[in-house]
């Protein structure tokens, strides 16, 4: 592909009524939600799955219609499409992260011991998963509509099986189930007319999370052939991990001479206090008012706090997107690692104060959305969260999400002398997941129609 083509293509802009809805959009605040994974046993039945399915998935563009505030995502992984009968020179344009699957990168991953495929979920990272779908709503009547119009979809249709389905929601404060405020740094792409969360940053190329166009480096990222089936979809990964909160909170009282101290120590940990102010602004103490104010709670950097004497430079939300903390050229470089990320929870709330295990199955579904599921996804996972090489503490992981065995540490700098907390044990251990395609609503129509 020349520039000069390259060039061509910058002055077009979104095709957002061939983008599905869920790629770009943000979830509403609060919401409740449902994934369903299906398996495709007959190819005519699996496309007619797809041609039913269209209808119901909305365009990318922004709507002004609170009732159209629900809506249904359609994925599909590697086998999915195998299983639809997409000619294998089509198969074999795919990225191959896409090809191989999440389960066969579980190692590279970190996701090893009580993370590893073995111990997963069934049916997640197994060939029988071959259509995601996510269905997502502002309250339970509209969910309950849109999810009836799914499965409508997909009744009476012998050749596909409903093999999964996990239910979802966001609590009206917004908080995960370690208590904190999630969702709140979200990039603006360009062209999209969605706004993002912080406005020191300039939006990022459409090309880094639709394929089709330009990327940050100016050029066009792989795409799927042929370009109709390509063009306008992206890559989403799945992930269901569990979280264990009464270790975390035990972790902290242990370490902590009061509740304060526990409360510094957690935000210090996540980068952020419980109600979503970040360290960068309110180092001390928590600011509920800048927490809840979407104009301020990310409107920041980290270049006045080098040493992280804030914000430590390993706190999880600093690790995830270290914005312009690293040197001039890793901080360009940032741009090439944002992320969208939808972040759900699912389970039951374990009660305030509570320190013991209560056996439930609590945690997050994440959700990752991009064009380069390597150079994004996998580069933050395996450099940033798992690795402390870029932070210059190489012994030490992301202390809430890394890959961490008992055996690891993170560093609070502070002065005189910095603390380092020893022994983290893994509080979040992942249950499964998948690499998906989304394709736009024109491919959807040519999966659909496949003839062979």
């Not at 809840?292 to 430079?313: E, M, S, T, V």
Request: glycine letters at 10%; one cysteine or more; charged letters at 25%.
């Amino acid at each position: 592909m020349s520039m000069d083509t390259v060039s061509a293509r910058e002055t077009v802009g979104l095709e957002l009524d061939d983008v599905q809805s869920g790629v770009l959009h943000p979830r509403p605040s609060p919401y409740v939600g449902t994934y369903l994974l299906l398996r495709i046993d007959d190819r005519a039945a699996g496309r007619e799955l797809v041609r039913r399915l269209h209808p119901v998935v909305s365009a990318g563009r922004p709507a002004s219609d609170p009732a159209r505030g629900a809506w249904v995502t359609v994925a599909l992984t590697y086998q999915g499409l195998q299983a639809l009968g997409v000619p294998q020179e089509s198969l074999d344009s795919f990225a191959p992260e896409f090809r191989e699957g999440m389960a066969a990168r579980a190692a590279q991953l970190g996701d090893v011991g009580e993370s590893s495929p073995a111990n997963w979920e069934k049916p997640l990272g197994t060939p029988d998963v071959h259509v995601a779908l996510a269905a997502l709503s502002p309250d339970a009547a509209r969910l309950a509509a849109v999810v009836e119009r799914a499965r409508r979809a997909h009744q009476e249709l012998p050749g596909v099986e409903v093999i999964w389905r996990q239910d979802c929601y966001q609590l009206p404060t917004g908080r995960t189930s370690f208590g904190f405020k999630d969702g709140i740094g979200q990039p603006a792409v360009e062209g999209s007319g969605i706004p993002g969360s912080n406005p020191r940053e300039r939006p990022i190329k459409a090309g880094e999370f639709i394929l089709g166009y330009p990327d940050e480096t100016g050029s066009l990222p792989p795409m799927p052939t042929p370009q109709l089936l390509g063009r306008n979809g992206t890559y989403i990964v799945f992930r269901k991990l569990h979280t264990r909160v009464a270790a975390y909170r035990r972790y902290l009282r242990e370490r902590a001479a009061s509740r304060e101290e526990e409360a510094l120590l957690g935000a210090k940990m996540i980068g952020r206090w419980h109600s979503g102010a970040p360290l960068a602004l309110s180092p001390d103490h928590d600011d509920p008012q800048l927490g809840a104010d979407p104009a301020r709670n990310n409107d920041f950097d980290y270049h006045d706090d080098l040493r992280g004497f804030g914000c430590p430079a390993g706190a999880h939300a600093r690790r995830a997107n270290p914005r312009d903390a690293l040197d001039h050229e890793g901080s360009v470089n940032v741009r090439l690692h944002r992320m969208i990320r939808r972040g759900t929870s699912y389970g039951p709330v374990l009660p305030e104060g509570v320190l013991e295990d209560d056996g439930a199955d609590r945690g997050i579904v994440f959700v990752f959305v991009g064009a380069h599921l390597k150079r994004q996804f996998e580069f933050v996972k395996t450099q940033w969260l798992n690795d402390g090489i870029f932070i210059g503490a190489p012994a030490e992981k992301d202390p809430l999400v890394g890959a961490n065995d008992g055996s690891g540490a993170f560093t609070v700098p502070q002065r005189p002398i910095r603390r380092r907390l020893q022994g983290l044990p893994p509080f979040v251990v992942t249950r499964g997941g998948e690499y998906c395609f989304v394709p736009g609503l024109r491919a959807l129509r040519w999966l659909a129609e496949l003839e062979t």
